[in-house]
């Protein structure tokens, strides 16, 4: 029995992941496009993408196409967007195409996410060891 609840837990990360790679082609950054989703008890609580805050200008890079300093995260977006609503995070899993950086992890620790789910390893992987270090359950979901 406990097979097939692992089964259908895969298969559910993969559904997730699938969506949250469709919700980053919202995103107008060129660099790098990421998508996260919020889940809690099946459910999307929430959903994010990398971009600038509401009211900018969409485009992320400068004229040296670097990241502006302002531009959100996929992970922040979906946990702020959350906090407006009259959803709780606690015990949710994120579902994210790259790896957290160690901004959002920050964010994930303090929002009450217990799994974090990444589809693709960031050269910089400060953000999965402090999540790891908080407990937090980390799981690279290789793109298939």
């Given amino acids: 029995m406990e097979s097939n ?11 997730y992941m699938r969506m ?3 919700w980053a082609e919202n995103s107008y950054c060129e660099r790098r496009k990421v998508g996260a989703l919020l889940v809690k008890n099946k459910m999307i609580i929430s959903d994010g993408y990398n ?3 509401s009211g900018f200008e969409n485009n992320c890079e400068d004229e040296n196409n670097m ?4 531009v959100l995260h996929a992970e922040a977006n979906a946990i702020t967007k959350v906090a407006r609503s ?8 994120l579902y994210v195409t790259a790896s957290p950086r160690m901004e959002c992890a920050k964010l994930i ?10 589809g693709e390893k960031y050269r910089i992987m400060d953000g999965v060891e402090l999540l790891e270090r908080a ?3 980390i799981d690279y979901l290789e793109k298939v």
């Fill in 5 to 15: 609840n692992t089964d259908k837990q895969q298969l559910l990360d993969l559904r």
């Fill in 20 to 22: 949250a790679r469709i």
């Fill in 51 to 53: 971009g600038t805050p």
């Fill in 67 to 70: 990241s502006k300093p302002y």
């Fill in 86 to 93: 009259n959803n709780s995070s606690e015990n949710s899993t």
């Fill in 109 to 118: 620790i303090q929002a009450g996410i217990k799994r974090v789910v990444y």
């Fill in 135 to 137: 407990g937090i359950e």
